[in-house]
T-cell receptor
Framework: DAGITQSPRHKVTETGTPVTLRCHQT?????MYWYRQDPGHGLRLIHY???????DKGEVSDGYSVSRSKTEDFLLTLESATSSQTSVYFC???????????FGSGTQLSVL | DQQVKQNSPSLSVQEGRISILNCDYT??????FLWYKKYPAEGPTFLIS?????DKNEDGRFTVFLNKSAKHLSLHIVPSQPGDSAVYFC????????????FGKGTSLLVTP
C-alpha cells in the first residue's frame, strides 16, 4: 500500500461539464500515472508525471489534461466530459523506473 | 497498437491444479515485466515481476517465466486456489524509452472447487 487516495470514489456528471479527479499520495513517489479501465481494453495510460510540473501524454490522452503542482497530488481534468469517458479511473505511483506501480482504489465516473 | 497482448480473455482451472496465464509482447526494448491481480471494485495489486536479465522468478505459489527470443512470458500458479479467481494483467516497460507501464487487456481466471 503506497498511501494512495483517489477522490471522489464515484461521480455521475452530465455531458459537457468539466470534471476533476484527484490523486493524493503519501509516499513521496516521483512518478504518478492516470489509467482508465474499460471492458475489452484493459488498462490504458492517459497521462503520467515524472516530477512536479513534468507531465506527458499516454495513449488515450485526448480530452484529458493533468496537473502536478506538488509531489503528492496529481489531478486529472476532463475539460468537457463526454459519454465515451465513462470509465473507471485509476491513479498509480512509482518510486523509480524498473519498479512496481502501486494503484489507488479507483474512481467510477459516469457521464450521462 | 497493443504492445502487450494477453490473447486469452478467460481461463477456468480446478482447485489444486496449475494455472498458466500467457502474455506476448512486441517491443524488443521492454526490459521489465510485471503481473498484477485485480479483484472487482479494487485497484490492481502487484503480484510478481521479472527483469529481462532473468528467465525465471519465483515467489511462493507464483512463478513467472520469460522467453525473450519468443517475446513471451507466462505466469504459473501452483496449486491454484479459489481465492486466486481474479483478473490478471501482464505489464511491461522499457527503462530507456519513457516511464510508462504498458498493460495487456487482462485474463479472467476462475478457480473452481
Amino acid at each position: 500500500d503506497a498511501g494512495i487516495t483517489q477522490s471522489p470514489r464515484h461521480k455521475v456528471t452530465e455531458t459537457g461539464t468539466p470534471v476533476t479527479l484527484r490523486c493524493h499520495q503519501t509516499e513521496n513517489h516521483r512518478y504518478m500515472y492516470w489509467y482508465r479501465q474499460d471492458p475489452g481494453h484493459g488498462l490504458r495510460l492517459i497521462h503520467y508525471s515524472y516530477g512536479v510540473k513534468d507531465t506527458d501524454k499516454g495513449e488515450v490522452s485526448d480530452g484529458y489534461s493533468v496537473s502536478r503542482s506538488k509531489t503528492e497530488d496529481f489531478l486529472l481534468t476532463l475539460e468537457s466530459a463526454t459519454s465515451s469517458q465513462t470509465s473507471v479511473y485509476f491513479c498509480a505511483t512509482r518510486r523509480g523506473t524498473n519498479e512496481k506501480l502501486f494503484f489507488g482504489s479507483g474512481t467510477q465516473l459516469s457521464v450521462l | 497498437d497493443q504492445q502487450v497482448k494477453q490473447n486469452s480473455p478467460s481461463l477456468s482451472v480446478q482447485e489444486g491444479r496449475i494455472s498458466i496465464l500467457n502474455c506476448d509482447y512486441t517491443n524488443s526494448m521492454f526490459d521489465y515485466f510485471l503481473w498484477y491481480k485485480k479483484y472487482p471494485a479494487e485497484g490492481p495489486t502487484f503480484l510478481i515481476s521479472i527483469s529481462s536479465i532473468k528467465d525465471k522468478n519465483e515467489d511462493g505459489r507464483f512463478t513467472v517465466f520469460l522467453n525473450k527470443s519468443a517475446k513471451h512470458l507466462s505466469l504459473h500458479i501452483v496449486p491454484s486456489q479459489p481465492g486466486d479467481s481474479a483478473v490478471y494483467f501482464c505489464a511491461a516497460s522499457a527503462s530507456n524509452s519513457g516511464y510508462a507501464l504498458n498493460f495487456g487487456k487482462g485474463t479472467s481466471l476462475l478457480v473452481t472447487p
